[in-house]
C-alpha cells in the first residue's frame, strides 16, 4: 500500500492518507510510516478506533518493546491493570472526574509543561501513540515543538558550545517546579537519568536539541549556568514557527517522535468536562521491524 503524507506544520507534522492501523502488518508499509516518522517527526492518523490490545499490538509492530514507566505510572497503578497502557485523563480509578487535590491530578496536570516522555528514565521513550478515547467539547489541544529546525536555526558558535554536553532529567525535579512534592521512597525509585544535549537521528543524520521539564541541570556546567542555558534552549525551541497544534478529533491516533519533538497539554476545563486519551510508549532502544 502506498502511503501519503499531507504537512500540518511548516517544518514538520503530517497528517496520514487513510488507513487502518490494526490492519496495517506487512513490513513495506510499516516502513513507509517508519520513513514518514524520520521526515516529519508528528504524525496524524484519523479514525483509529482501537481497543486497548489493539493498541498494544500495533505500538509493537511498529516499534518493539513498550516503555511501562512514563509518567504517573511512578505514582500509581493505572486502571488499565497494564503500565504499558498510560492512562492520559483527569478520570480516577472509579470513573469519576478527579477532584482538584487529587495527587495524581496534580500530577497529570505537569504535562503542561513542555516536555519529552520518559526522559528521566534510561532508556527513555522513543515514539509515544496518543489515542482519543473520549474528549470534551472544548478544545483541548496538544501542542508540537520541532526540536531539529530548533537546532538547525542555531548558529555555529552556539551549535558548536552545545557539542559533548550531557543533562540530568528527573520527574523529581519537574513536578517540584510546580509544587508537587514525592515522599522519600519514590525519591529513592526515581533516580532520573542522564542524556545527550544534541543528538544526531541514525536515520537521517539530522541533529536535534533534547529537553524537557525534566531538564533539571548541565552535567558539565556549574548549575546556575546550566539552568540559565537550559531555560534559554527551551524558550528557543518553543518559538511559534517551530511549533505544530493538534486539535483532536474522536478516534485520531497521534505518534511522536520523543527525541525529536517536546510536546505539552493545553489547559481546559478539566474539572468539568471529561477528557480520556490512551498512550502506548516505545523504548528507545535498537529496532528492526520483522520480515
Ligand atoms: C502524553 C502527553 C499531552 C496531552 O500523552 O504524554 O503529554 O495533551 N499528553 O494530553
Ligand atoms: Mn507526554
Not at 558548536?160 to 540530568?168: A, D, F, K
Not at 529537553?211 to 511559534?240: C, F, K, N, Y
Amino acid at each position: 500500500m502506498t502511503v501519503t503524507f499531507k504537512p500540518l506544520g511548516s517544518t514538520f507534522a503530517a497528517e496520514v492518507s487513510p488507513l487502518d492501523l490494526r490492519q496495517v502488518r506487512d513490513r513495506d508499509t510499516l516502513m513507509q510510516l517508519r520513513a514518514g516518522m524520520d521526515q516529519y517527526a508528528v504524525l496524524v492518523f484519523r479514525n483509529q478506533p482501537f481497543t486497548n490490545d489493539e493498541q498494544l499490538d500495533f505500538a509493537q509492530r511498529f516499534d518493539g518493546q513498550l516503555h511501562a514507566k512514563t509518567s504517573v505510572a511512578v505514582l500509581a497503578k493505572n486502571r488499565f491493570g497494564n503500565e504499558a497502557l498510560t492512562d492520559i485523563s483527569n478520570v480516577n480509578a472509579q470513573g469519576d472526574i478527579m477532584a482538584a487535590n487529587d495527587r495524581l491530578r496534580a500530577s497529570t496536570i505537569s504535562n503542561r509543561l513542555w516536555h519529552t516522555d520518559a526522559s528521566f528514565e534510561n532508556p527513555a521513550g522513543r515514539y509515544s501513540m496518543l489515542s482519543a478515547r473520549v474528549l470534551p467539547p472544548v478544545r483541548a489541544d496538544t501542542e508540537f515543538a520541532d526540536m531539529r529546525a530548533a537546532y538547525d536555526a542555531l548558529d555555529a558558535d552556539t551549535q558548536q558550545s552545545l557539542e559533548g554536553l550531557h543533562v540530568y532529567h528527573s520527574i523529581v525535579y519537574s513536578r517540584h517546579v510546580l509544587g508537587f512534592e514525592f515522599g522519600e521512597e519514590e525519591r529513592a525509585r526515581l533516580k532520573g537519568a542522564v542524556h545527550p544535549l544534541v543528538r544526531t537521528l541514525p536515520a537521517t543524520g539530522r541533529r536535534s536539541l533534547y529537553l524537557a521539564s525534566h531538564a533539571q541541570h548541565i552535567e558539565e556546567m556549574p548549575v546556575p549556568e546550566g539552568r540559565l542555558l537550559l531555560r534559554d534552549l527551551i524558550e528557543h525551541a518553543t518559538q511559534p514557527h517551530f511549533t505544530y497544534r493538534h486539535e483532536w478529533q474522536p478516534h485520531d491516533l497521534v505518534i511522536w517522535d520523543n527525541r525529536t519533538t517536546m510536546h505539552r497539554a493545553r489547559p481546559f476545563e478539566d474539572k468539568k468536562y471529561r477528557r480520556e486519551l490512551c498512550r502506548t510508549t516505545t523504548l528507545d532502544v535498537p529496532y528492526e521491524i520483522a520480515g
